[in-house]
Structures are given as structure tokens and as C-alpha cells.
């Protein structure tokens, strides 16, 4: 699985976004099934105004499953919150700690992200260690 973060959905729905290419071409070639959290999808309708075209297509991306989500439970939350804690110097969005939290439930590591400079610095716990993320690349600084 791969978990995807919002400027890569925005970007994907968005022709006019300076990523947009990029992103397609790299979601393309993902053979891997797709995940988004609830904050990230949130966070990704932000910049899509209602009525648009990529607004439509992203509600019909999620319906047809060409991502599934992730759901948060109190726990998760919690999580979450404490993330935002102690990442508050990056600053930590709960879209960016609930995709944490999500690899920490899932076991992946893997994201497409455009904001590769916060994803190489998160941290996923596994037991008593911390992980990296596999951080995929489809444009953005």
C-alpha cells in the first residue's frame, strides 16, 4: 500500500497545477493499492473549489476506489495530536500526522508526497524503533 498525501491529489485533479504532469505520469506507475486518510482528503477538497471539474473527479476517484481510507479511531487521534507535539517545529498539520499515524497502523512506509522535506524528517513508530518513509517523488521541491 501507499499512502498518498493532498498536494499529489490536488495536483492529480487540478489542471492547472504545476505538478499536475508529473503526478499523473507518477500515479501511472504505481502498482501498489492507494491510501488517503479523512484529513488529507479534507485538506485536498480545500483548494478545489465545490462545483469544479477536479472537485467532481476526486469525489469520483474515492467512490470508483481508486484509493481507499483510512479512518481515524480516538486512538488514532490521540496519536495524532501528540504527533503534532512534537513535530511542532516543521510545523505538523493533522493531515501530515494522521498519514504517520496510518503507516504506523498499516505497516507501510511508502508515500507520494510533494512535501518530500517533512516526510524525510516524520518518523514511523515500529515497536521501540523509529522508521524512515519511503518518500515517492512525482514533482515539487
Same mark, same amino acid.
Given at each position: $500500500?501507499? @499512502? ?29 493499492? @492507494?491510501?488517503? /486518510? ?17 472537485? &467532481? ?10 484509493? /481507499?481510507?483510512?479512518? @481515524? ?18 510545523? $505538523? ?5 494522521? @498519514? ?31 522508521? /524512515? ?7 515539487? &521541491?
Amino acid at each position: $500500500m501507499i @499512502l498518498v498525501d493532498t498536494g499529489p491529489l490536488v495536483a492529480l485533479f487540478d489542471p492547472g497545477d504545476p505538478d499536475h504532469d508529473r503526478c499523473r505520469r507518477s500515479l501511472r506507475r504505481q502498482r501498489e493499492p @492507494l491510501c488517503a /486518510t479523512v484529513p488529507v482528503l479534507t485538506e485536498a477538497f480545500h483548494p478545489l473549489s465545490p462545483g469544479s471539474r477536479g472537485s &467532481s473527479a476526486l469525489r469520483e476517484f474515492f467512490v470508483r476506489r481508486g484509493a /481507499t481510507l483510512f479512518f @481515524l479511531d480516538v486512538a488514532a487521534i490521540a496519536r495524532a495530536f501528540e504527533l503534532m507535539e512534537r513535530y511542532a517545529d516543521q510545523p $505538523m498539520d493533522l493531515a501530515d500526522a494522521s @498519514l504517520v499515524v496510518a503507516a504506523e497502523r498499516s505497516g507501510t512506509r511508502r508515500i507520494l508526497t510533494l512535501d518530500h522535506r517533512h516526510f524525510e524528517v516524520y518518523r514511523i513508530r515500529h515497536g521501540h524503533r523509529e522508521r /524512515t518513509f519511503q518518500v515517492i517523488r512525482c514533482g515539487g &521541491s
